[in-house]
């Protein structure tokens, strides 16, 4: 398992656009086959948002296409999310992961987007 730190949460209006990055705390030796964002709101359980593969192959949930997307550089093990035209229904505690499987094993510690007027 590898430390990862997300950074770039914050508050923002409805309809901005915000950026998370997440990248490993140390220097690690990792490979990483897959990272991905998830997110947590209140009372809810945690859902992936978008993942990326080494093979460049991305996914997105319904809520995020067209909206969000997602880029990686597995040579640094770094991710970004760029988020667009936020609801405030997106508001929820975004969670960078990080798998060198299929499996996300390692995680970071949370960075809060709020998005309200």
């Known amino acids: 398992q590898v430390h990862l730190v997300e950074s770039g949460g914050g508050l923002v209006q409805p309809g901005g656009s915000l950026t998370l990055s997440c990248a490993a705390a140390s220097k690690n030796i990792v490979n990483f086959y897959v990272m991905a964002w998830y997110r947590q709101a209140p009372g809810k359980q945690r859902d992936l948002v978008a993942s990326?593969?080494?093979?460049?192959?991305?996914t997105y949930s319904d809520s995020a296409k067209g909206r969000f997307s997602i880029s990686g550089d597995f040579a640094k093990n770094t991710v970004s999310l760029q988020m667009n035209s936020l609801k405030s229904e997106d508001t929820a505690v975004y969670y960078c992961?990080?798998?060198?499987?299929?499996?996300?094993?390692?995680w970071g510690q949370g960075t809060q987007v709020t998005v309200s007027s």
């Open positions: 990326i593969f080494s093979t460049n192959f991305t």
């Open positions: 992961g990080g798998g060198s499987g299929p499996a996300i094993d390692s």
